[in-house]
Structure formats: structure tokens, C-alpha cells
């Protein structure tokens, strides 16, 4: 469907001592990018199911542990319980890790 294809580009490491530098290891491995955008391979996946974009919300873990709850991070309205959260802020995504 052409939702993703090779990414030729560099990737660097950076520590404190040495800056930043390319990655001997990373020339070996292959990797790869979403097409025409990085969420591409999300929005195909989703197809046929409601979903909600460029929103921030609040997650909350529901009781028990079965799900979650989630809220407009503005207006703080109640977008719904679900059974599955897909983060795809890796910053954001941190807190909500197991």
C-alpha cells in the first residue's frame, strides 16, 4: 500500500563527553519511514474506526487496570473509556508506560 519506505538517512548518538557522532552500528540496520507522513501507517490501521486527531488528552488508568479514560486536555470534557491507548508523543507517551 506504500505506507512506509527506506529511510537513507544518518543516525547520530550524542553523550556529554563527545558531542554528537554518527553511529557505527546504525549503517547495518535497516530502517524505515512512514509515507507521505509518519502517522500514515496509524491512520491505515485505523481505517473503519472512530478515531480523534491533533487532540491532547488526558489519560487515566481505570480502575482495576482495565482500560483507560480519557479527557479533552482543554475543556476537560470526557472523550470516552477505552480498552487500548495509542501515544504516538514519545515524550507524552513516558508516563504512561507499564
Do not use: Q
Not at 491512520?43 to 482495576?64: D, H, P
Request: aromatic letters at 8%; one cysteine or more.
Amino acid at each position: 500500500r506504500g505506507l512506509c519506505e527506506a529511510w537513507g538517512g544518518e543516525h547520530s548518538l550524542w553523550t556529554a563527553e563527545g558531542g554528537v557522532s554518527l553511529d557505527p552500528k546504525a549503517a547495518a540496520a535497516k530502517r524505515y519511514v512512514g509515507t507521505p507522513g509518519m502517522n500514515s501507517i496509524c491512520r491505515a490501521m485505523l481505517e473503519g474506526v472512530e478515531t480523534i486527531y491533533e487532540t491532547r488528552a488526558v489519560a487515566k488508568r481505570r480502575s482495576g487496570g482495565t482500560g483507560w479514560s480519557l479527557e479533552h486536555g482543554k475543556s476537560g470534557e470526557k472523550l470516552g473509556d477505552f480498552d487500548f491507548l495509542i501515544c504516538t508523543d514519545k515524550t507524552a507517551a513516558m508516563r504512561y508506560r507499564n
